[in-house]
């Protein structure tokens, strides 16, 4: 959360961000590019291309039908209806890269010329997978793969992953991809997203050698949790009584000799420090980072610094209790790329509307025991259908209403508290103080 202190500073607003958005989406070139055919949207129809867009925004989450009737009455005053079938015609004709470059803009208008909380002038990011379940068709399966989960039946699966920026909370870039590939090559196309201020923290999955060879070539930072089983000298240091620890790579493997021919590298002896962190619970973790400066980056921030991760979890929480994600809305594979990266999308309008929000929350409560922000699952059920307004008028007041509506029952921050797990018997699927706002 930004300080009371910086909030006086130029924030860009939402407002801004959300007028550069509906000129791209009414932009002839936009159009153009994201038709299957050229063909496409020629006629008028029901579903045009930009309600289509929109419509697809509108967290739909119901009854296909029911949406698709509930939105023909929002944006027409004609009594019509459009049936699935002709839905589902026209969403095929548009390409999901129409909502990956809504994003991708969205994403550049935040980052320019505007505050943005950094720590030691670093931007943060977490980069993680995620394994998503699909709708079961043929062409998914085929698409995507899928696993049989100890059954005879195979569930489609994909393989998702998000580079996600902690303290800011936005999704910088994401990708969705067969479900058996390594989450090291996607992990590289969030890479290409990324700039030289940035300092990528990634768990024990991507604790490859190549991997951080690779990165200190792209000049990117990095702070990687190590297993166990890792190369020796890692291994050594993870039993021995020193804190920190700078070693040389002098070496490799043939397998990461063999990763590094893929992308056209050599390798070159390169330097890294290893940084031992004592968990609450006694447990000890080392991490590679490639900040050898000891005086500048001394042992005792890691922890604190590693424990910021726990960011990119509670925005996967948000992603698939909340927004749904894996709540697909179509049996092709066309269909789940456009959910995937629509939804992705409306998660980052959350989060630039809520800073909004947030600024005036904090205002509000400065007298108050704790410090409070925008209830991110109230919030979100209050975007259905203001999403259309937003998207297709041009009025301001739209975004003003809503980000009024983003400051009901704010909830409280509570720093430091740890939740030991506790067996409770067979898990709930709903919980009452857990109801979905969508």
């Not at 049989?148 to 969705?176: H, K, R, W, Y």
Request: proline content about 3%; overall charge positive; some cysteine.
């Amino acid at each position: 959360m930004l300080s009371l202190l910086r909030m006086k500073e130029k924030i860009k607003r939402a407002s801004e961000i959300v007028t550069k958005i509906k000129k791209l989406l009414c932009s002839e070139n936009f159009i153009k590019a994201n038709k299957v055919s050229e063909k496409d949207f020629t006629r008028e129809r029901k579903m045009p291309f930009i309600p289509l867009i929109v419509f697809m925004l509108n967290l739909v989450k119901q009854t296909l039908q029911k949406e698709l009737t509930h939105f023909i009455e929002l944006i027409s005053k004609k009594d019509k209806n459009i049936t699935k079938s002709a839905y589902s015609q026209s969403r095929m004709k548009l390409r999901h890269e129409a909502f990956i470059e809504l994003n991708n803009l969205l994403v550049e208008e935040f980052y320019t010329d505007n505050l943005i909380e950094t720590w030691k002038g670093f931007r943060l990011l977490a980069v993680d997978g995620v394994k998503l379940q699909l709708p079961s068709s043929p062409s998914i399966l085929q698409e995507f793969g899928g696993s049989n989960n100890g059954s005879s039946m195979i569930v489609p699966q994909a393989q998702g992953s998000t580079c996600f920026d902690i303290l800011n909370e936005i999704i910088i870039n994401s990708e969705i991809s067969h479900c058996d590939i390594s989450e090291y090559p996607l992990a590289l196309k969030h890479l290409c997203k990324t700039k030289e201020n940035d300092l990528l923290i990634y768990d024990r999955g991507y604790d490859g050698i190549w991997f951080m060879f690779y990165h200190l070539y792209c000049k990117r930072n990095f702070v990687i949790r190590m297993a166990k089983n890792s190369i020796s000298q890692v291994q050594e240091f993870f039993s021995s009584s020193e804190e920190s620890k700078i070693i040389e790579i002098i070496n490799l493997h043939q397998d990461s000799k063999n990763q590094l021919k893929k992308y056209n590298l050599n390798f070159k002896p390169f330097k890294i420090r290893l940084v031992k962190v004592i968990l609450d619970n006694g447990e000890i973790e080392v991490l590679a980072t490639s900040l050898l400066d000891g005086e500048r980056y001394p042992t005792s921030i890691f922890k604190d610094l590693y424990k910021k991760r726990w960011g990119i979890e509670t925005s996967y929480d948000h992603l698939k209790n909340n927004l749904q994600i894996e709540n697909f809305t179509g049996l092709s594979p066309l269909s789940v790329k456009q959910d995937f990266f629509a939804n992705l999308f409306i998660n980052n309008l959350q989060t630039i509307i809520a800073r909004d929000a947030q600024e005036e929350i904090n205002k509000e409560t400065k007298t108050r025991k704790l410090d409070y922000k925008v209830n991110r699952n109230l919030s979100l059920g209050f975007m259905k259908d203001k999403i259309v307004e937003i998207l297709m008028e041009n009025d301001d007041k739209y975004i003003e209403e809503l980000k009024l509506l983003f400051k009901i029952e704010p909830v409280p921050i509570r720093d430091g508290r740890n939740f030991p797990r506790v067996d409770h018997g067979p898990r709930k699927k709903y919980h009452m103080n857990k109801k979905k706002a969508v």
